[in-house]
């Protein structure tokens, strides 16, 4: 019982009392004979020990560096690369173009998306594309908006981007969008170290002018869009004298050339309304563009993979414009010599023949009294 003094519960590490009270050391583990016992003798006999043969072999040191040059045989001859063939990928494309339009076209500015004042437009636009008999009443609202409560540039290139993109979006909006341009042109006067209303909206036009064939590819009912826009403010806005903007006429001559390079339904419908709408002023002030985009549409109608009903409107077209677009008969320079001019129109009941030839002329019958009376009462 005296023995196991030492080794009751709670004692911890402690040593085991030995004979006289005093405690002994902890036997050490057991260690196989061909390994070192641990201890702090260990330092010691390695030093004292004889150099092991395979400790030489592997203190053994080489030559070989990994920063020696490329050894490379006289006789090796360099085999040329395959020729790699990149074929067009349209992912890669349409996101090339997505990235070059972003560069063209301004996005819009996240300061001014939630302004007070855009909202406000943007309010008033849709009424006025819901409501177009309000024109009045919301235009004199926008001209007091923006007269008064724009203060820098960039807050008016943001409020003509409101109205700029509803022109484009915006079958019912189109006619009093290029209405409204005119007006606000006229009647807003700020100008922010230069620039005023007309000449921002001019430059936004021309920002998505230059960015047209890329929206061709990706997105070309924008650019058709575009186009009829661009044909309401080039009869709606007008300068001082009254004459529609040289830069419109010419834009509008190359869109149309750029939708005529893809002829598809959708483009060609919007080409011949375009024409219908501006083809007569066009042809009055910009004669030589508008044969060549005639002499396309001509060869468009012949030879394009569209609807019947498409190529009956281009049809259409092309007469109209024989026609002098509804407005009359067409003057000698500009008519055959077997059409009939303002000058040797027959009166009467003209009768045509193949090929347009007049065969013979009738006169009408002199007006009964009966119907001189009627006339008279109805006036």
């Known amino acids: 019982m005296e023995a196991a003094v030492g080794r009751g519960r709670g004692r911890g590490r402690g040593g085991v009392a030995g004979e006289g009270g005093e405690l002994?050391?902890?036997r050490r583990p057991h260690v196989p004979p061909d390994l070192p016992q641990p201890g702090p003798h260990l330092a010691r006999d390695d030093a004292a020990r004889p150099p092991n043969v395979q400790d030489s072999?592997?203190?053994?040191?080489?030559?070989?560096?990994?920063?020696a040059p490329e050894f490379v045989p006289r006789t090796f001859v360099q085999p040329q690369a395959p020729l790699q063939v990149h074929f067009p990928n349209p992912a890669q494309n349409m996101q090339h173009i997505q990235q070059v339009t972003n560069t063209m076209v301004p996005q819009?500015?996240?300061?001014?998306?939630?302004?007070?004042?855009?909202?406000?437009?943007?309010?008033?636009?849709?009424?006025?594309?819901?409501?177009?008999n309000r024109f009045d009443q919301i235009a004199r609202q926008l001209t007091a908006i923006f007269s008064w409560q724009v203060q820098d540039e960039f807050l008016m290139r943001e409020l003509i981007a409101v109205i700029f993109e509803q022109g484009v979006g915006e079958v019912?909006?189109?006619?009093?969008?290029?209405?409204?341009?005119?007006?606000?042109?006229?009647?807003?006067?700020?100008?922010?170290?230069?620039?005023?209303?007309?000449s921002l909206l001019l430059q936004r036009c021309q920002e998505e002018f230059e960015a047209r064939d890329m929206y061709l590819h990706s997105e070309?009912?924008?650019?058709?869009?575009?186009?009829?826009?661009?044909?309401e403010l080039f009869?709606?806005?007008?300068?001082?004298?009254?004459?529609?903007?040289?830069?419109?006429?010419g834009a509008l001559c190359h869109l149309l050339t750029t939708l005529l390079s893809r002829p598809t339904d959708p483009n060609l419908k919007c080409v011949a309304q375009v024409l219908k709408c501006t083809g007569n002023t066009l042809d009055c002030t910009n004669r030589s563009e508008m044969d060549q985009v005639m002499c396309s549409l001509k060869d468009v109608a012949m030879t394009?993979?569209?609807?019947?009903?498409?190529?009956?409107?281009?049809?259409?077209?092309?007469?109209?414009?024989?026609?002098?677009?509804?407005?009359?008969?067409?003057?000698?320079?500009?008519?055959?010599?077997?059409?009939?001019t303002h000058t040797n129109i027959p009166l009467g009941t003209v009768y045509y023949g193949p090929g347009g030839i007049i065969q013979r002329v009738e006169d009408d019958p002199e007006d009964s009294?009966?119907?001189?009376?009627d006339f008279i009462n109805y006036g």
Not at 326 to 339: F, I, Q, W
């Open 220 to 231: 070309p009912e924008r650019v058709c869009g575009y186009t009829l826009f661009m044909a």
């Open 57 to 67: 072999k592997c203190k053994k040191t080489f030559s070989l560096s990994a920063e």
């Open 369 to 373: 009294a009966s119907d001189t009376d």
């Open 172 to 198: 019912n909006f189109r006619y009093n969008g290029a209405r409204l341009c005119q007006h606000l042109g006229k009647n807003v006067t700020q100008s922010y170290n230069g620039p005023t209303f007309r």
């Open 108 to 132: 819009p500015q996240m300061q001014y998306m939630c302004h007070p004042v855009v909202l406000q437009v943007n309010n008033l636009v849709v009424q006025l594309t819901l409501k177009p």
């Open 304 to 340: 394009a993979p569209v609807s019947s009903s498409t190529r009956s409107l281009l049809l259409a077209v092309i007469e109209l414009r024989a026609s002098n677009w509804g407005c009359g008969p067409p003057t000698p320079d500009e008519s055959p010599a077997n059409t009939p």
């Open 24 to 26: 002994a050391d902890l």
């Open 235 to 249: 009869v709606q806005l007008v300068t001082i004298n009254g004459r529609p903007y040289d830069i419109l006429r």
